[in-house]
C-alpha cells in the first residue's frame, strides 16, 4: 500500500468524513423519576445527537426543558447535571459516538435500542466516577488538551496548534458544538487533519481503545512497517498481546468498534485513522461484542462476585477479620480495589444493614492505609449523599421528622474520631489524605466535639433567616446557663437565651454577649454519649451541669394547643440526668455546615427558643416542643421557618484552624489573613512550618508571586524540605520549590511576565504549575487526575520556550527536563495503576524526546525496567536497569564537578536502580518461590517441627508477597529497611538524621507527640523487627532463620 495519498483519494476521503461527521443518534431523554419536584413528571425530550459530538454542548436544549421540573441547580451547573445510561453514568469529556458504542456495541446489534434512552440528573453528581465539569468551557479545554496531545504525537510537537490564532481556535469548537464539517476543515487546515500528508512524515498515529469503563489503552503507534502500512490486526497484537496473541488466526472473530461499525482485522490502520478519526484528532476504537475479552471479563467475574459476597455475609454477622480475608483474595487487587469497596460496602450501608463500628475494623485492618481511605470515601458519599436536607431548615414537620430519622442512620461522628485517630499516627502520602478529609469532611462543630473543645450555640430564629435571605447575624441569641437568678428549685437551673441590650446610638437591639459578664456560662461540652452515633451530653462549662429537656413543670401550651416541655440543667454537678440529657445533632444545610437543630430523642422534642416567650427584656426562655404537624411550618410566634436552628460554633476556634480550614475550601485570601494571625499567635517554631507552607501556597494561586519567596525562606531557615516532610508537606514544598527555581532562571522580563499573565497553557510556568498540582494528586494516590495535569504539562508549549530558542526547533534544556518528567510522571501513574503497557507508551514517548539528559535518560530506562518486571520479562528488565545504571553513574560522574548547592540526584537514583535489580534479580531465579511460601499447616512445639505437605508458592505469589512487603513499609525488600532508623519512646520511627536535625532546630520534643525527647532517648529501627517477626509466623524463610538462631 502506498506511503503517499493520492489527490483521488484524498477527495474520496473528505467525502467519506464528511458522511462520519453527518452520523447522528436518535436519543430519548428523561428526567430521573426521583427527581421530579412537580405535580406531574415532563414529557420525554426526542433528540437527534451528533456523533462527533459532546454531552454538556450538545443539551443545552435539553437541559432548559427538564429545568422547570427539576430541583434547583447549584452555582456550579456543571457539577450538577449529568447523564446515565443503563445505570451506567456517562463521561462528558468522551465524544457522544464513542459513548453509545462503549454501552451498546456496533449499529447492527443495537437497532432495537433506539431511541437511545437516558436519563438526566440534576442531584447526586457521581463525582468518584466523573471528572468535574463546572462549565462548558471545561469540555472545550478537556478537547483542546486532547487535540494538542495528538498533534504531538504526529507531529513531535504542539506547535501547530499553539501558534494558532486565539479566534481560529474558537472557530473550531464553535464547529464541534455545531456539528459543521466545513467550518471545522478550515479552522484545522494548518494541521492537516485532512489525511493529504505523507503518512512517512508521520511520527506516531493517535489511537486510543477502550474495554469497558477501564481507562484507555493508548501507545505511541508508528504507521509503517518495513515500509508498508501497518494493519489494525498487527497493532492490536501489539497493544493487547494477552487478548490478540501472535498465534491468533487473523479471521477470527476479534474485531473493534468504530463509530458503529464492525472493522475487519485486516483493514489498514493509517486508512481507519484518516477517515474515521475523531474530531480532537484520536481514533477511538471499542471492542464489540462477543470476543475473547467478554470471556475474559465473564471469567473475571465468576470469581469476583462470590468473594464479594462472602466479604459482605462476614460484615453483617459482624465478622471484619474473616471479611478482610476474603477480600484480600480478590483477584487484580490493588489496581481494582476501589471498585471493590464500592462493591462491598456501597449498597448495605445505604440500607442501613451493616454496623459503622464492624466496617471501620474492617477498613482499619486492611494492608495500606490508602485502602483503608479508600473505604472510608465509599462510607462518607454514601452518608453525605442520604443525609442531605432537601429544604434546609424549613420545610415543615414531615421534612424535619425525615430529616431526623435519615442522619440518625447515618452518623458522622464515627468517622470522625476514625479520621483523628488515623492522622495521629499516619506519615508521608497517606496523612496527607487523611488530614484533607479531616477538613473537607468533618464541620468545625464535629472537629471540636472530637478534640472536646467548648462550643456556643447560637438560634437563628430571630435573624429574618429564610432560604432566599442569609439575615441579620447581631440578632443570633445565644445559649447559656444564667447563675443563681435562674435557678428553678434547688436540682434544677433554667436554660435561657440571651436578648441582648440596644447599643448606644443603635436604634435596635443586639444579641451580642456582655463584655463584663462571665463568657464560660454561654460555652458548652458536647461530649458523645455513644462515638457510634450522632447523640451527646450538652454540658455547661461554667457549671458543670448537663442539659435535659423535663418530664414534668410543662411550660404553657402554644397557640395552637401543643405542649412544650422546660429546659434545665441538672444542678447536682458532674451526674447525668439520665435519657432525656442526652442530644441528638441534625444537620440543617449543606453550604453552612455549622447550622444545626438539636432533638431530644427521649421526648422526641426539638430544642428552640420561642420568639414570644421572654423571661424578661434581656432574656427568652428555652424550650423542647415536637415537630409542626405535617407539612406546616412555625408560627412567627414560635420563630417561623428557622424556629429549631442553632449555630453550633467552636467557642475559641484557633487562626491556623480557621486558616487551613479556608485553604481546604479554596478560600485563599481568607487562608492568607487567618495564617498571618496564626503566625502572630503561636510560638511554636514546627506550627510555624505548617503555617508558612499553607500561606504561601495560598498565595501562589492567588498569583501574589511576590509574597512566596519570604515563606519559603522562612522553612528554609526552620528545616527546609525536611520539615515539610514531617508535616506531610512535602508537596506544598514542591510546588512553590518549582515556581522559585523557574523565576530564578529567568530574565527579570520573564518574571514580570510571570506576574502579568493568567495561567494558561501559553503561561510559561503553567507547565509546573500543572506538574506540581499532579504531584499533588499522586501523593493522594488519585492517579486519574494526576495523569490529567501530567499529560497538559507534557503537551503544553511555553512561551519561554519559544523566547529562547527562537528562530530554532530546540526547547530550551529547562523545559524539555520538565516535559519528560511530565511523561515519566504520566508513566508512573500508570504503572500505579497496574497498566504496564500504558506506562510504557509513555516513557518511550519520553525517550524519543530530542535533548533529554543523562539523568532523564537513566530514570526513564528504569521505569522501563519495572514495567518488563510487571510484564515478568525479567532478562528484558535487567537488560534495561544495566544501561539505566550505565546512565546513572554517568550522570553522577558529570555532577561531582557541579557546586554543592547542585542536587545530587544521581546517586539517589542509582540506588533505586540497584535495589530494582536486586529484586529483580530474586524473580528472575525464582529464590523466594519456596521461601516465601506460607506454612499453613505447620506445626511448631518446641524443638519439634512437622511439617505438613504444602505447595510452593508460585511466581506471580511470591512478587505479590514482595509487593505487598514494599507496600507495608514504604520502601524496597532488603534487610536495611532505611538508613539509620531510630524509634523514640512512644513508638514514633524516623530516620537518625532527620529527627537529630529536627532536635536541633526546632527543639527537644517528638514532632508528632510533642513530648519531651533527646537524641539519648533516640533507639534502634522496629521496622527490622516487624518485618522479622513477618516472616518467622509466615513463611519458610522465617523458619530457616529461626534454625539457624543461636
Not at 463525582?127 to 483542546?144: A, G, K, T, W, Y
Not at 529483580?920 to 531465579?925: D, I, K, T
Request: aromatic share 8%; hydrophobic share 40%.
Amino acid at each position: 500500500m502506498s506511503a503517499t495519498a493520492s489527490p483521488s483519494s484524498s477527495s474520496s476521503g473528505a467525502l467519506l468524513k464528511q458522511h462520519v461527521w453527518a452520523g447522528r443518534i436518535p436519543v430519548v431523554f428523561s428526567l430521573d423519576p426521583n427527581e421530579v419536584t412537580t405535580l406531574h413528571a415532563p414529557r420525554p425530550f426526542y433528540a437527534m445527537v451528533p456523533r462527533m459530538g459532546y454531552l454538556v454542548s450538545q443539551t443545552r436544549d435539553v437541559v432548559e426543558y427538564f429545568q422547570d421540573a427539576a430541583p434547583p441547580m447549584s452555582a456550579m451547573q456543571g457539577a450538577s447535571i449529568w447523564f446515565e445510561a443503563k445505570g451506567v453514568p456517562l463521561h462528558w469529556h468522551l465524544p457522544f459516538g464513542l459513548l453509545r458504542d462503549l454501552l451498546c456495541g456496533p449499529a447492527e446489534d443495537g437497532v432495537a435500542d433506539l431511541p437511545w434512552a437516558i436519563t438526566v440528573h440534576f442531584l447526586n453528581f457521581p463525582r468518584d466516577i466523573l471528572l468535574p465539569c463546572e462549565n462548558e468551557q471545561s469540555v472545550e479545554s478537556h478537547f483542546m488538551h486532547s487535540l494538542k496531545q495528538a498533534t504531538f504525537l504526529r507531529m513531535g510537537s504542539t506547535k501547530a496548534v499553539m501558534g494558532l490564532p486565539e479566534a481560529q481556535q474558537t472557530q473550531i469548537w464553535t464547529s464541534i458544538a455545531q456539528n459543521d464539517y466545513e467550518s471545522y476543515r478550515e479552522a484545522t487546515h494548518a494541521l492537516h487533519l485532512d489525511g493529504g500528508a505523507d503518512v512517512s512524515a508521520l511520527r506516531h498515529l493517535p489511537l486510543r481503545v477502550h474495554l469497558d469503563n477501564t481507562p484507555a489503552i493508548q501507545m505511541p503507534i508508528a504507521p509503517l512497517q518495513n515500509g508498508r502500512e501497518k494493519t489494525l490486526l498487527e497493532v492490536l497484537k501489539y497493544l493487547l498481546p494477552d487478548l490478540f496473541p501472535s498465534s491468533a488466526d487473523p479471521t477470527h472473530k476479534s474485531k473493534l468498534v468504530v463509530h458503529g461499525i464492525s472493522v475487519p482485522a485486516e483493514v489498514s490502520i493509517v486508512e481507519l485513522y484518516r477517515n474515521f478519526s475523531y474530531a480532537d484528532n484520536f481514533l477511538y476504537n471499542t471492542m464489540e461484542s462477543g470476543t475473547p475479552r467478554d470471556d475474559t471479563a465473564a471469567r473475571l467475574a465468576s470469581n469476583v462476585e462470590p468473594l464479594l459476597a462472602e466479604t459482605r455475609a462476614h460484615l453483617l454477622h459482624k465478622e471484619p477479620d474473616r471479611a478482610r480475608a476474603s477480600f484480600l483474595r480478590l483477584p487484580e487487587l490493588e489496581s481494582r480495589r476501589k471498585s471493590y469497596l464500592e462493591a462491598t460496602l456501597r449498597d448495605f450501608y445505604a440500607s442501613g444493614l451493616f454496623d459503622i463500628p464492624v466496617l471501620l475494623t474492617f477498613l482499619e485492618a486492611l494492608p495500606s492505609w490508602h485502602w483503608t481511605l479508600d473505604g472510608c470515601a465509599v462510607l462518607h458519599n454514601v452518608s453525605s449523599a442520604l443525609r442531605a436536607p432537601s429544604s434546609g431548615a424549613g420545610g415543615g414537620g414531615n421534612a424535619l421528622r425525615a430529616l431526623e430519622a435519615r442522619q440518625r442512620k447515618f452518623p458522622q461522628l464515627p468517622l470522625a474520631f476514625f479520621l483523628l485517630k488515623l492522622m495521629s499516627h499516619l506519615e508521608g502520602s497517606a496523612r496527607v489524605r487523611a488530614e484533607s478529609y479531616w477538613y473537607a469532611w468533618v464541620s468545625p462543630t464535629l472537629r471540636a466535639v472530637a478534640s472536646g473543645q467548648p462550643l456556643e450555640l447560637k438560634i437563628l430564629s430571630r435573624t429574618g433567616r429564610s432560604e432566599y435571605r442569609q439575615g441579620d447575624s447581631s440578632k443570633e441569641e445565644i445559649l447559656y446557663a444564667p447563675g443563681n437568678a435562674g435557678t428553678f428549685d434547688n436540682d434544677r437551673r433554667n436554660a435561657l437565651c440571651w436578648v441582648g441590650e440596644r447599643a448606644e446610638g443603635s436604634e435596635s437591639e443586639e444579641a451580642a454577649w456582655p463584655q463584663d459578664k462571665d463568657r464560660a456560662k454561654a460555652q458548652w461540652r458536647l461530649i458523645p454519649s455513644d462515638v457510634h452515633t450522632d447523640t451527646f451530653l450538652l454540658q455547661s462549662v461554667r457549671f458543670e451541669e448537663y442539659l435535659y429537656s423535663a418530664d414534668y413543670a410543662k411550660f404553657k401550651k402554644d397557640s395552637r394547643g401543643k405542649t412544650r416541655s422546660r429546659v434545665f440543667t441538672w444542678r447536682k454537678t458532674g451526674e447525668s440526668p439520665g435519657p432525656a440529657g442526652k442530644w441528638q445533632l441534625v444537620s440543617l444545610s449543606v453550604e453552612e455546615r455549622d447550622v444545626f437543630a438539636l432533638y431530644n430523642p427521649y421526648q422526641r422534642e426539638f430544642l428552640y427558643s420561642p420568639t414570644a416567650d421572654l423571661l424578661d427584656s434581656k432574656r427568652r426562655h428555652v424550650l423542647t416542643r415536637a415537630a409542626p404537624d405535617g407539612a406546616r411550618e412555625a408560627s412567627n410566634t414560635e420563630g417561623g421557618a428557622m424556629w429549631c436552628a442553632w449555630r453550633i460554633v467552636p467557642a475559641q476556634q484557633s487562626s491556623m484552624e480557621r486558616g487551613v480550614e479556608a485553604f481546604f475550601a479554596k478560600k485563599y485570601p481568607v487562608a492568607v489573613e487567618q495564617l498571618t494571625q496564626a503566625l502572630k499567635d503561636l510560638p511554636d517554631n514546627t506550627e510555624h512550618v505548617k503555617c508558612f507552607a499553607y500561606r504561601m501556597t495560598a498565595n501562589l494561586r492567588l498569583r501574589r508571586f511576590d509574597l512566596v519567596a519570604p515563606d519559603f525562606q522562612a522553612i528554609q531557615e526552620l528545616g527546609g524540605d525536611k520539615a515539610a516532610i514531617f508535616h506531610g508537606l512535602a508537596h506544598l514544598w514542591e510546588e512553590n520549590a518549582s515556581y522559585l527555581a523557574a523565576m530564578a532562571n529567568s530574565s527579570p522580563d520573564v518574571q514580570i511576565q510571570a506576574i502579568e499573565i493568567s495561567t494558561s497553557p501559553e503561561n510559561p510556568f503553567f507547565m509546573r504549575h500543572q506538574l506540581s498540582k499532579g504531584d499533588d494528586y499522586f501523593v493522594r494516590r488519585d492517579f486519574q487526575a494526576a495523569i490529567v495535569c501530567y499529560q497538559e504539562a507534557a503537551t503544553c508549549n511555553p512561551t519561554t520556550a519559544s523566547i529562547a530558542s527562537e528562530g530554532s526547533n530546540l526547547e530550551d534544556p529547562e523545559t524539555t527536563r520538565q516535559r519528560v518528567r511530565a511523561y515519566v510522571s504520566c508513566a508512573k501513574c500508570f504503572f500505579a495503576l497496574d497498566e504496564s503497557e500504558n506506562a510504557w507508551q509513555y516513557l518511550s514517548i519520553a525517550h524519543d524526546i530530542t535533548g533529554v539528559s543523562v539523568e532523564g535518560e537513566a530514570a526513564i530506562l528504569l521505569w522501563k525496567g519495572k514495567c518488563r518486571r510487571a510484564q515478568k520479562s525479567y532478562d528484558d528488565s535487567l537488560e534495561l536497569l544495566e544501561k539505566a545504571f550505565d546512565r546513572a553513574s554517568a550522570a553522577s560522574a558529570a555532577s561531582a564537578c557541579l557546586p554543592s548547592s547542585t542536587p545530587m540526584s544521581a546517586a539517589v537514583l542509582k540506588r533505586s536502580i540497584l535495589m530494582e535489580m536486586k529484586v529483580v534479580g530474586l524473580l528472575r531465579q525464582g529464590v523466594y518461590d519456596t521461601l516465601l511460601s506460607t506454612e499453613e499447616n505447620g506445626v511448631v512445639n518446641g524443638t519439634n517441627r512437622t511439617r505438613e505437605s504444602s505447595s510452593p508458592a508460585t511466581g506471580g505469589d511470591a512478587e505479590k508477597t514482595l509487593t505487598q512487603m514494599m507496600e507495608i513499609f514504604h520502601c524496597p525488600l532488603s534487610l536495611e529497611l532505611m538508613d539509620d532508623p531510630v524509634t523514640t519512646p512512644d513508638g514514633n520511627t524516623y530516620e537518625r538524621s532527620m529527627i537529630e536535625q529536627h532536635l536541633e532546630v526546632n527543639g527537644c520534643f517528638d514532632p508528632l507527640t510533642r513530648a519531651p525527647l533527646t537524641k539519648s532517648q533516640l533507639h534502634p529501627n522496629r521496622a527490622l523487627k516487624q518485618l522479622m517477626e513477618t516472616l518467622l509466623s509466615d513463611h519458610r524463610l522465617g523458619l530457616l532463620l529461626a534454625s539457624c538462631s543461636t
